[in-house]
């Protein structure tokens, strides 16, 4: 079965940069999808970024454009969050999930969008590691 093991969060202060890690294993890692999510207390879940691991593409949410890059080690089935510029907004329980790579539609204003993953498609997650941010 799959096993997603997060490590890397911690507590810095505003402006800071961390690298959370998430070692993945019990799937084929060639055609994924690999996300971070996190959930902030009171808050729900949200996507943060995801990556397919055959085509490379990329995905963020708005609040971490230009801050957070997700990035992988596909030798060591490893995927990172590379935090920068972080913000308190930014504290929250960071998760690492994984999905099937496919072909999801959304619809973005008039225009359909396809991408190789969606958040809203990931179904194995870690245990969490906390990111606080003062």
């Known amino acids: 079965h799959v096993q997603l093991v997060e490590s890397g969060g911690g507590s810095v202060q505003a402006g800071g940069s961390l690298r959370p890690s998430c070692v993945v294993s019990?799937?084929?890692?060639?055609?994924?999808?690999v996300a971070w999510f996190r959930q902030a207390t009171g808050n729900e879940r949200e996507g943060v970024a995801w990556?397919?691991?055959?085509?490379?593409?990329?995905m963020y949410a708005d609040s971490v454009k230009d801050r957070f890059t997700i990035s992988q080690d596909n030798a060591n089935n490893t995927l990172y969050l590379e935090m920068s510029s972080l913000k308190p907004e930014d504290t929250a329980m960071y998760y690492c999930?994984?999905?099937?790579?496919?072909?999801?539609?959304?619809?973005?204003?008039?225009?359909?969008?396809?991408?190789?993953?969606?958040?809203?498609?990931?179904?194995?997650w870690g245990q969490g590691t906390q990111v606080t941010v003062s």
């Open positions: 999930a994984t999905g099937p790579s496919g072909s999801y539609s959304r619809k973005v204003g008039s225009t359909w969008i396809s991408n190789p993953c969606d958040f809203s498609r990931f179904d194995d």
């Open positions: 019990g799937v084929t890692y060639d055609r994924l999808c």
């Open positions: 990556f397919s691991t055959n085509t490379h593409r990329t």
